[in-house]
């Protein structure tokens, strides 16, 4: 594709329920980014993909929050059981893995969540 | 990776230079200096990144001190798209996450 998607856009939850974000990284990218972005804020790191392995999940921020990439390409953020406090813009980013200076990370537009 | 710090706003006229600085006083010697930018309601968008010598692409140019304790980035003839929020990261490289502040929110005023 020409570049990172992301669905939904906007998300609307009640507080309990359990949501479900995708990112469709740049075809061949090999390394996949999640961050999360509160209002007013810059985006902060939840975790880290290499392929399909996690390698980095430092900044998930509790065990309500799951993410997985099977197949080493799509990848899913999971946040279950959402609280008020999840409400925030969730950007993924995926970049080639080349391990070079730049490696550009490419954003997608990210999906709003907002819980009731 | 080192902290960084920007002014939190700036305005600039619409066909001048604009000139972000940035503070990284304790910036390792392995480690690059990156812009970021981030145009509402869209994703960060990558800008420029250097060591220690200064850069020129498309979009602009970045100057790094020579102790490497700041640097500047330079928007040539800015223009209203350059309205946007532009983060001064600093990391290692590769595939390191990337560690955002707050950044300095630049206004082009027509």
């Known amino acids: 594709g020409a570049g990172v998607s992301q669905s939904p856009r906007y998300k609307v939850a009640k507080r309990g329920q359990d949501v479900a974000l995708r990112c469709d990284p740049i075809?061949?990218?090999?390394?996949l980014f999640w961050y999360q972005q509160a209002l007013g804020q810059g985006p902060e790191f939840l975790t880290y993909?290499?392929?399909?392995?996690?390698?980095?999940k430092s900044g998930l921020p509790s065990d309500r929050f799951f993410a997985e990439r099977p197949e080493g390409s799509v990848s899913t953020l999971k946040i279950q059981r959402t609280q008020q406090e999840d409400s925030a813009v969730y950007l993924c980013?995926?970049?080639?893995?080349?391990?070079?200076?730049?490696?550009?990370?490419?954003f997608g537009p990210g999906t709003r969540l907002t819980v009731l | 990776d080192a902290k960084t710090t920007q002014p939190t706003s700036m305005d600039c006229a619409e066909g001048r230079a604009a000139n972000l600085p940035c503070n990284h006083s304790?910036?390792?010697?392995?480690?690059?200096v990156y812009w970021y930018r981030q145009i509402h309601s869209q994703g960060p968008q990558y800008i420029i990144h250097?060591?220690?010598n200064n850069e020129t692409n498309e979009m602009a140019s970045l100057i790094i001190t020579e102790d490497r304790k700041s640097s500047t980035l330079i928007l040539p003839h800015a223009t209203l798209r350059d309205t946007a929020v532009y983060y001064c990261?600093?990391?290692?490289?590769?595939?390191?996450?990337?560690?955002f502040g707050t950044g300095t929110r630049l206004t082009i005023i027509p």
């Open positions: 980013a995926s970049s080639s893995g080349e391990w070079v200076q730049a490696n550009e990370q490419f």
């Open positions: 075809s061949g990218h090999v390394s």
């Open positions: 993909f290499q392929n399909e392995a996690q390698l980095d």
């Open positions: 304790t910036i390792s010697g392995n480690e690059y």
């Open positions: 250097g060591l220690k």
């Open positions: 990261i600093v990391r290692v490289g590769g595939n390191e996450k990337l560690t």
